[in-house]
């Protein structure tokens, strides 16, 4: 029995001791007040930017016209980022490429890892009130 509890304790430490801990595991604190070396840097910031600007520029998946992606490389999105933890958070980026269309590209996770899990939304109105999307196929001809 000595030799269980030996190996369980053994075990324990082990895992504490190598730091276990990853983004899967992390709870994010929805009352979290950053401190300035909490949040992104202004060169971190600038370099998902690029990145994103990059990745939808060049998605030859995104339905949009060669001039739209001319726009979302030329100009800077509106960023907005809520904290959850240090350089941890939702951080979403849009960019108005259409006066009827919107391009969204947003994710939730530790800003600063290789694998962020992005994701893009393209959304498209009328400017009164959202496309319904049996209708949504349509967006080209309303542009």
């Known amino acids: 029995m000595d030799k269980w509890l030996l190996a369980f304790a053994a ?18 604190d929805y009352d979290f007040q950053p401190k300035l070396s909490d949040m992104l840097t202004p060169a971190e910031l600038n370099a998902l930017t690029i990145h994103a600007r990059n ?33 941890y958070g939702q951080i979403r980026m849009t960019w108005r490429v259409a006066t009827n269309a919107l391009l969204e590209l947003y994710g939730t996770g530790n800003m600063l890892e290789e694998d962020f899990p992005w994701r893009l939304r393209f959304s498209a109105s009328d400017g009164t009130h959202p496309v319904p999307d049996e209708i949504r196929h349509n967006v080209e001809k309303i542009r």
């Open 55 to 87: 990745f939808v520029s060049k998605s030859e998946k995104l339905p949009l016209k060669p001039a739209q992606k001319k726009l979302v490389r030329a100009v800077r999105p509106d960023v907005k980022i809520k904290y959850y933890g240090k350089k």
């Open 11 to 28: 075990v324990f430490l082990f895992l504490n001791a190598g730091g276990c801990s990853s983004d899967k595991t992390f709870v994010p």
